[in-house]
């Protein structure tokens, strides 16, 4: 694990340090918002995706939460329908259109306003245990021109 992963685990110590103020009921029928304007580098959106995730019980809920995100998850390519099979472990993968939409969180310092900046789209890739329950890793990726 990175510095930046460690500190993002600090600052993000469970689900419901990751939401918008007053959506933290992790039980609500209501879907749950990240606050994205607190997300400050790329590793602290994989923390909170990965605490979300692992709360709302693994590969069942992630379409509707990655969706009610703003994500896209095509049902034929490695959705929750349909998932990438690796040896060990089971992927989904959403995309967020930055050239469309614009970052998904605000960038800071020069490396990460670069980023967001050259970068057509985000790819969020998210691993689950064979069966689909537990969430195993969570890796975010830009794609570039």
Known sequence: MNDNALDAAARFTDPQSCLVAGTENLQSREPLMIDWARISWTAEAEVCIFRLLSALGGIEASRS?????????????????????????????????????????????????????????????????????????????????
């Open 65 to 145: 939460f990655m969706e009610a995100q703003g994500f896209r998850m095509p049902p034929d390519n490695f959705s929750s329908e349909n998932p990438y099979v690796h040896d060990d472990a089971l992927r989904i993968t959403a995309y967020w259109s930055i050239r469309n939409n614009g970052p998904k969180f605000p960038a800071r310092g020069v490396l990460d306003r670069l980023r967001a900046a050259v970068p057509y789209s985000m790819v969020v890739n998210v691993y689950f245990s064979q069966d689909g329950s537990r969430v195993l890793a969570v890796q975010i990726g830009y794609n570039t021109v």
